[in-house]
């Protein structure tokens, strides 16, 4: 049974008033979450930053800390949703074959990856936040090299710990904000 409108206040992220969350069935990853898998959520978070109420800033360096010396690179992956750039083409703004073309230069979530390495404070044009943490990854089809928002990719394998691991990454960085 999914949460429905039952608010949830995380104990991690910024301090409690500043952010508020509330746990619904189209959590802001669009996945089905139950009371439960939130509990475990915040468990393996708490475990990664801690109960303290650190700076941001620190609370990505614990992040990024944990995911390079837990994850098993290098991996594949792919973008969660659309891409920032994809959005007008995805809503029918603009045309199909300005998209494909685009597609053949631009990263697009539909597209594989090989995650390569997390880095903290590197530019990113196709990061939709600034402050994310960054995936330098090689996209499989083609070769070519980009710098992604880590909150905005997945590991392909579902079955793998990698999956997890980004996984609570992206569900903290999503909410805490």
């Given at each position: ?97 300005e ?7 631009q ?41 992604l ?27 805490s904000?």
């Amino acid at each position: 049974m999914g949460m429905g409108s039952a608010a949830a206040e995380p104990s991690w992220g910024r301090s409690s008033a500043s952010s508020r969350w509330k746990a619904r069935e189209d959590s802001a990853l669009g996945k089905d979450i139950e009371v439960s898998d939130w509990n475990e959520y915040e468990r393996r978070i708490l475990a990664v930053i801690g109960p303290d109420d650190a700076p941001r800033d620190e609370l990505l360096q614990r992040w990024c800390r944990h995911l390079t010396s837990e994850l098993e690179l290098p991996c594949h992956v792919t973008g969660i949703e659309d891409f920032q750039w994809e959005e007008r083409y995805l809503m029918g703004a603009g045309s199909l074959e300005e998209y494909e073309a685009l597609q053949r230069t631009q990263p697009s979530y539909l597209d594989v990856f090989v995650l390569r390495s997390i880095e903290p404070w590197i530019a990113s044009e196709w990061s939709m936040c600034n402050e994310d943490l960054k995936a330098k990854v090689r996209r499989e089809a083609d070769g070519r090299r980009f710098v992604l928002g880590l909150s905005e990719l997945e590991v392909v394998d579902r079955a793998s710990r990698n999956h997890q691991l980004l996984d609570d990454y992206a569900v903290w960085f999503v909410n805490s904000r």
